[in-house]
């Protein structure tokens, strides 16, 4: 079992900045990349950012250049840092723990609880 949990969500004024924590505890020796999704109301679910255990990093098109997902090995936690914020970005965010299979972001059942980012003025 692999436990995820987040923090760093709030409310932020467009242009703001947020950081995104989730430290991961548990089995964790069988994720190999973690990432980030959010889902906004009424929206699909969107896959963020990801991050292999390397270091090697994937982004959504909505959020290249404005966000950055790192991770701390050390910690056993993944970072996502959330720049020039936009009112499209508002949406509960979760952490999920993956593989990356064939080039791809697999999933596996590891969620994290979510964590709401509202942007607005």
């Known amino acids: 079992q692999v436990q995820l949990v987040e923090s760093g969500g709030g409310l932020v004024q467009p242009g703001g900045s947020l950081r995104l924590s989730c430290a991961a505890s548990?089995?964790?020796?069988?994720?190999?990349?973690m990432g980030w999704d959010r889902q906004a109301p009424g929206k699909q679910r969107e896959l963020v950012a990801t991050?292999?255990?390397?270091?090697?990093?994937n982004y959504a098109d909505s959020v290249k250049g404005r966000f950055t997902i790192s991770i701390d090995n050390a910690k056993n936690t993944v970072y996502l840092q959330m720049s020039s914020l936009k009112p499209e970005d508002t949406a509960v965010y979760y952490c999920?723990?993956?593989?990356?299979?064939?080039?791809?972001?697999?999933?596996?059942?590891?969620w994290g609880q979510g964590t709401q980012v509202t942007v607005t003025s």
């Open positions: 991050i292999t255990r390397f270091g090697s990093t």
């Open positions: 548990g089995s964790i020796v069988s994720i190999s990349a």
């Open positions: 999920n723990a993956g593989k990356i299979i064939g080039g791809s972001y697999v999933y596996t059942n590891y």
